[in-house]
């Protein structure tokens, strides 16, 4: 008995994140037919919390195709950051020096969640627990192989194009052949710790601490949690961070006077390797790749998230254009043309601000010196050159 199911549709989207469900939303929007295929199903989806602060930037592009509602009502604006060294700190008020922009702290589970029944009330097919397995591309179509994870079936989707919405750990980035494309990678020498605490937040702002014995973040998540980071040697497990050694760190690194770290139960820790990574260009044939697929970027600045929603924006407008052009698969090349100058913009913005903010590694203590006292003159400029410091809070608050 054959238990293969066959699909049809125009563009089949591997990966419901951010990316995935943004570009279905606009594209069922728009009358072109797509299906999305996740690996998860919805509850495993949402349980992988992560990112937390929208651009401005971002929210513009949902508010422009109706998705932004459930953030505008429930997130929360932030108009600041600090910047602490041990002796002293930077409240630097970005909203003011970027000419009234803000961000949205809106957990991205809520995010996607919200994006997500969006769809589904649209009618839109999404096949949640079904595996892509391999892709194969011809003159004149694609065709991915889904696994159904809960019935135990190969389904079979026909497409006209495909887009790997699938993170760095997908397939679409593994099918294309290493000679199609141009790979630019940079692993880093330390790592990062993740904490999340019942714990509320000990500020109502993110803090960023450079301190001597590393970096440590303050991110925020909700009135109950918080989210923590800190700079760890490479090598590093979470079995050697007991909860004791984390608090007594962060209280260490991100002391300030007359400031107190409310601390609360640890119920996830995590080793987060850091790494930036750009493929170019963003098509392969008849595969587009899109957010976490197609570039990694270090969590400082906050960048991944939004160029994810961003890719999905540029690619949608780009395919609706596409389909009622009646064009050749050459038009689009656009999506890359149009989003590798932000891609790349984003990458040297988190660069630069993830070396401001941190304890170079090594083992060459000249070296270490001067690039910690290069970073220190860099955090200076935030208040001594209106300059950079305007130019700082554009790029932090959403390129453009
Ligand atoms: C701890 C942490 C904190 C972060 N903080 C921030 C932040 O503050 N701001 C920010 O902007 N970014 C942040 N990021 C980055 C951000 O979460 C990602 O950039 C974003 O999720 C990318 O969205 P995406 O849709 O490209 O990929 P993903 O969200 O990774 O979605 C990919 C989807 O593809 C599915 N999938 C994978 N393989 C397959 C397959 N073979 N078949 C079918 N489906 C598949 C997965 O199940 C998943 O649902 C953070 C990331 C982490 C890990």
């Given at each position: 008995?054959?238990?293969?199911?066959?699909?049809?549709?125009?563009?089949?989207?591997?990966?419901?994140?951010?990316?995935?469900?943004?570009?279905?939303?606009?594209?069922?929007?728009?009358?072109?037919?797509?299906?999305?295929?996740?690996?998860?199903?919805?509850?495993?989806?949402?349980?992988?919390?992560?990112?937390?602060?929208?651009?401005?930037?971002?929210?513009?592009?949902?508010?422009?195709h109706d998705l932004a509602d459930m953030i505008i009502k429930n997130g929360h604006i932030h108009d600041r950051c600090e910047f602490r060294?041990?002796?002293?700190?930077?409240?630097?008020?970005?909203?003011?020096?970027?000419?009234?922009?803000?961000?949205?702290?809106?957990?991205?589970?809520?995010?996607?969640?919200?994006?997500?029944?969006?769809?589904?009330?649209?009618?839109?097919?999404?096949?949640?627990?079904?595996?892509?397995?391999?892709?194969?591309?011809?003159?004149?179509?694609?065709?991915?192989?889904?696994?159904?994870?809960?019935?135990?079936?190969?389904?079979?989707?026909?497409?006209?194009?495909?887009?790997?919405?699938?993170?760095?750990?997908?397939?679409?980035?593994?099918?294309?052949?290493?000679?199609?494309?141009?790979?630019?990678?940079?692993?880093?020498?330390?790592?990062?710790?993740?904490?999340?605490?019942?714990?509320?937040?000990?500020?109502?702002?993110?803090?960023?601490?450079?301190?001597?014995?590393?970096?440590?973040?303050?991110?925020?998540?909700?009135?109950?949690?918080?989210?923590?980071?800190?700079?760890?040697?490479?090598?590093?497990?979470?079995?050697?961070?007991?909860?004791?050694?984390?608090?007594?760190?962060?209280?260490?690194?991100?002391?300030?006077?007359?400031?107190?770290?409310?601390?609360?139960?640890?119920?996830?820790?995590?080793?987060?390797?850091?790494?930036?990574?750009?493929?170019?260009?963003?098509?392969?044939?008849?595969?587009?790749?899109?957010?976490?697929?197609?570039?990694?970027?270090?969590?400082?600045?906050?960048?991944?998230?939004?160029?994810?929603?961003?890719?999905?924006?540029?690619?949608?407008?780009?395919?609706?254009?596409?389909?009622?052009?009646?064009?050749?698969?050459?038009?689009?090349?656009?999506?890359?043309?149009?989003?590798?100058?932000?891609?790349?913009?984003?990458?040297?913005?988190?660069?630069?601000?993830?070396?401001?903010?941190?304890v170079p590694e090594g083992n060459d203590l000249e070296d270490i010196r001067f690039r910690h006292k290069l970073s220190q003159s860099k955090?200076?400029?935030?208040?001594?050159?209106?300059?950079?410091?305007?130019?700082?809070?554009?790029?932090?608050?959403?390129?453009?």
């Open positions: 008995m054959n238990t293969e199911t066959r699909l049809k549709t125009s563009v089949c989207i591997l990966g419901s994140g951010p990316a995935g469900v943004v570009l279905g939303n606009i594209l069922l929007h728009n009358g072109i037919d797509c299906i999305i295929a996740d690996r998860y199903d919805r509850q495993e989806i949402y349980a992988r919390g992560r990112a937390g602060a929208l651009e401005s930037t971002t929210i513009e592009l949902l508010k422009k060294y041990p002796d002293y700190s930077i409240v630097f008020e970005y909203k003011k020096l970027s000419g009234g922009d803000v961000h949205y702290i809106y957990p991205q589970s809520d995010l996607n969640d919200d994006l997500i029944q969006k769809y589904l009330n649209a009618k839109g097919k999404l096949l949640f627990h079904h595996e892509g397995t391999k892709i194969g591309q011809t003159s004149d179509g694609i065709v991915v192989d889904l696994y159904d994870k809960v019935n135990h079936k190969s389904v079979t989707v026909d497409a006209d194009l495909l887009v790997g919405c699938d993170g760095y750990h997908g397939i679409a980035r593994q099918s294309i052949p290493e000679d199609a494309v141009s790979v630019y990678n940079k692993p880093y020498n330390y790592q990062w710790l993740a904490i999340l605490a019942y714990a509320p937040p000990s500020a109502n702002h993110i803090i960023y601490a450079l301190h001597p014995d590393g970096f440590a973040g303050h991110m925020l998540r909700n009135e109950k949690i918080t989210r923590y980071y800190l700079q760890i040697p490479l090598g590093d497990r979470v079995e050697d961070w007991s909860d004791e050694r984390i608090w007594e760190n962060l209280q260490r690194r991100l002391a300030k006077k007359d400031w107190i770290l409310i601390e609360g139960k640890i119920f996830e820790k995590r080793v987060m390797s850091l790494r930036s990574y750009v493929m170019e260009p963003l098509r392969y044939g008849r595969l587009l790749m899109a957010g976490d697929a197609a570039h990694i970027i270090t969590p400082m600045g906050g960048k991944g998230l939004n160029l994810a929603v961003q890719d999905a924006g540029v690619l949608a407008e780009t395919l609706i254009d596409y389909y009622r052009g009646g064009h050749s698969l050459s038009y689009l090349d656009r999506y890359s043309e149009i989003r590798l100058p932000y891609i790349w913009r984003a990458q040297e913005f988190s660069y630069s601000m993830l070396n401001m903010v941190h955090l200076a400029q935030l208040t001594t050159s209106a300059t950079f410091a305007k130019n700082f809070a554009r790029n932090y608050v959403g390129i453009i």
